[in-house]
């Protein structure tokens, strides 16, 4: 969608710090780190939020949760854990109206939140 800075990204017009890519998926470093691992993973179809989701979409979601537990393994936060956000709307901190999750991890993260 035009003037989505995660579609641009995802088009590559805006450059980002890769961590995973598929056919359904990019996932990169947040910009702006809230902890030691922050990662985004951006469904790459255009799609505005949890609200937005379709039927069809179900196995898209999943797949982000598959591919949150690849990178978790990959950038060695498994074993002590981590949390994926999905934030919702004005009230839920949405800033970025492209469905995204972010994958945060590296420190003990506190409940519940702010
Ligand atoms: P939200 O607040 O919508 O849940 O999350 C949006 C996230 O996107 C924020 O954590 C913010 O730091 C990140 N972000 C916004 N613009 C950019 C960008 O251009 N590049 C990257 N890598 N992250 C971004
Ligand atoms: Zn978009």
């Not at 949760?65 to 949390?83: D, H, M, N």
Request: a negative charge; one cysteine or more; aromatic letters at 8%.
């Amino acid at each position: 969608m035009e003037n989505c800075i995660f579609c641009k990204i995802i088009k590559g017009e805006i450059p980002c710090s890769k961590v995973y890519e598929d056919d359904k998926v990019l996932a990169f470093n947040d910009i702006n780190p809230e902890a030691p691992v922050h990662v985004l993973i951006v469904p790459k179809t255009h799609v505005q939020s949890v609200m937005d989701i379709n039927a069809d979409d179900c196995q898209l979601i999943s797949h982000v949760f598959y591919v949150a537990s690849k990178i978790a393994e990959e950038l060695k936060i498994s074993e002590k854990g981590f949390r994926i956000v999905n934030n919702v709307g004005e009230n839920g901190g949405q800033t970025v109206s492209h469905i995204h999750f972010h994958l945060l991890g590296g420190r003990l993260l506190q409940w519940p939140p702010g």
